[in-house]
């Protein structure tokens, strides 16, 4: 029997839109621009892709009035009154109402602000221009369009039998995983697993699976939530998220002396203090490098419930934090530290292991969770959906250049002059160059 | 957009048919059928279900009011106009009217015959008596419907996602023989592979699947049929089959003396070669052990176009074929070697190597294509679907009791008496005890 009204329906479709709502994002963007809103609601900021994986041609592969129809979907899209209420009326990290009244009416009658695209040597420049607290909030949609854009692109050669095969494959890789995760957690006693993997996603419909999968299969204590509010919402899941290195980024854009501009990433702390408590509070350290971070940190930073190392060995960076509660009297086993930067399977089977009892570990992971499908392709090059290493960053606020430094010297961004004032300012004490995978 | 009527439709199910068609069998029963009606419209012959895995007790596994309503599901059916026009119409091995109006008319009124059904020690006795045209066309469906009712009953205590696993992991093997099939071919030169496996299947609905798989991905140069009917006319691929023990087993049976039953094997050629010509003239010659058969034959036997070795080692079995056709002068290199006991891609690697260039192969993939589910189970024991050794065979004809030797001991049927007595004429040269896997 074919339902021929669902049929006809489903050829008239003028596109299949990548993104279905605007809380289709992370969780932490909200809470970012609730803060943004509350305090900087006049800084403008630009928002700008950045495709790392040079030897993926995305302008080759992405036809442009794609990309523009998908960013031009977003760019229609409203929260929805069933979504308002939601926000108002969920209970985010066990709070009620962590988001006032004057930031939902905000959301009330926002939409994504508008786009500049343009190319050049094979890849998309796409940048987003005007208030911060507005484009912000295209990171992680912009991202999540790019990626599921190409991988359609890649995908529209196979025949019927071949996607059946992909996502078989795909399946029994994840399943794979999942056997990993249920051992390992019977080893270590304690594992949590969150999905970080909106921006590198696959795709939704993926996405969707695989929270249906981690969270059938895993239950709660394992699985303990995503970063995608809207998945969260449709799928009874807890919303998850920390903050993002555009917070001290334009906090230090803004810093008008050298002393501002030290004195940014514990500002950026003491304002998020000012909305959010508890497991919310999570330091994000390697900014400008963590380890000045931590030995100018005030005694407060401290009392935070725990710290996200981003952009060194994750084993390196989470002993760098032990050590350092240590040193300042706080005990480690009572510390959270979320993993999220490129972990797999093996580094968080690696990282559960050599923690075990020292710390409390979360892990955010990424888009080895939602976008993994090495291997997988039938036919030909089996790596062709190989994820690629792309982000949207803040790249200037109110007409000054943003920069971030971070462990790695290869992850630095901003200009190379801004960059080099960056390093003298707050050195370059434990850098380490480390090739970028993801 | 749900479909509400079909929603409703599926929810008033009385049951979830396995036979749904009588074109559901295989081609040689059709084409020994004809024969039957032909030469021995009145003989009453009994075909009896015997599972030869012990270790698994169906009659615990599966329900007994359930395998009632199966098998009487498939006594409701009738041949329809379109099968019956199919049947008249289509060419089958080249031929065209390879069913003679005669036969036609004979399925137009055709129904499935009673059966009788008992437990002991943990097995269904299951047995169909009467007019050998009618019960033989037991065979095939009787051993589907138990097989596919088994893996329902493993499979019911399955989640939704596990399914979605199960089906994933089957998948994902299914391609990885398919990608090896394509290298073998590239390798060989020649590789013909056909279905034999709706009687071992999984299911009607993954045995479809696996053939659409194979026919997109294979082509028919690799993949050149099904025995399965139904199947060869829905998805438009050609019906193979070759003939089976049961026409020298009853023709044995009614042997009246020793001379007589010594010449049985021949008489069923003869009879054979009738109605049938050119590739559908293949000797099964261990019924009574292979050697005795091909020592004896008269020399117009070695004409035939080939010859499906069964219970010996396909390499063995087919070596000796290739010895025989050159000792009676004719080139083994125009000879068609059909190997169809228990192939699986590694056996189907080895011997496509070992025969390149010396004899035509076709291989006649049954249980290890259309039921391969080893290791596949989501949890607890990845084997649980493995493949069981279940048979349904001729027992007796006119009431004398009917016996198969092979060339492995092990898969030899019949009273014990009967098998001495048969032994002591036919002789056991060339028998070998080999495990019987599927």
């Known amino acids: 029997m074919v339902d021929i009204a669902t049929r006809v329906y489903n050829h008239t479709w003028k596109l299949d839109p990548i993104i279905r709502s605007l809380l289709d994002s992370d969780y932490y963007k909200f809470s970012m621009q ?10 403008t900021a630009t928002f700008a892709l950045n495709n790392r994986t040079k030897s993926v041609r995305l302008a080759d592969d992405i036809d442009e009035r794609e990309l523009r129809e998908q960013l031009d979907h977003a760019r229609n899209l409203k929260f929805t ?39 050049r040597d094979g890849q998309y420049e796409l940048r987003f221009a005007g208030n911060w607290a507005a484009t912000t909030m295209w990171e992680v949609q912009s991202l999540a369009i790019v990626n599921e854009l190409r991988a359609r692109a890649i995908m529209r050669t196979l025949s019927k039998l071949e996607l059946d095969i992909l996502y078989a494959n795909a399946k029994a890789k994840a399943w794979d995983k999942i056997k990993r995760l249920r051992v390992l957690k019977d080893e270590v006693g304690s594992l949590k697993i969150s999905d970080f993997g909106t921006r590198r996603r696959h795709g939704y419909l993926w996405q969707q699976w695989m929270m249906e999968a981690l969270a059938d299969a ?98 390196e960076g989470t002993e760098e934090l032990i050590r350092w509660w240590s040193s300042k009297g706080r005990d480690p086993t009572k510390k959270l530290v979320i993993l999220s930067d490129g972990m797999d399977i093996d580094s968080i089977e690696q990282t559960a292991r050599h923690f075990k009892g020292r710390v409390r570990i979360g892990y955010g992971w990424g888009t080895n969770l939602t976008n993994d499908f090495k291997g997988c392709m039938p036919n030909g090059d089996a790596d062709a959906l190989a994820p690629i290493s792309v982000v949207c960053k803040v790249v200037e606020a109110n007409g000054r250049p943003a920069v971030k430094l971070s462990d790695n010297p290869l992850k630095a961004t901003g200009p190379k002059d801004e960059i080099e004032r960056y390093r003298r300012i707050f050195g370059i004490a434990g850098m380490k160059a480390q090739p970028v995978v993801v």
């Open 218 to 315: 895993l239950g709660p204590e394992v699985f303990t939530g995503t970063s995608n509010m809207k998945l969260a919402m449709d799928l009874g899941l807890e919303a998850i998220g920390t903050n993002a290195h555009e917070l001290p980024m334009v906090y230090a854009a803004l810093a008008q002396t050298d002393a501002e501009l030290l004195a940014a990433p514990y500002r950026v702390l003491e304002d998020w203090a000012r909305i959010y408590d508890q497991n919310m509070r999570i330091i994000l350290p390697d900014c400008f490098g963590t380890e000045h971070f931590l030995v100018h940190a005030p005694d407060w930073v401290a009392d935070w419930t725990g710290a996200r190392p981003d952009s060194k060995d994750p084993t």
């Open 81 to 119: 009154q069933r979504e308002l209420i939601w926000l108002a009326g969920n209970t985010f990290y066990g709070r009620e109402r962590i988001f006032g009244p004057d930031y939902l009416a905000y959301l009330k009658d926002f939409r994504l602000p508008d786009y500049e695209l343009t190319k």
């Open 34 to 43: 609730q803060l943004i809103r509350r305090f900087y609601p006049d800084v």
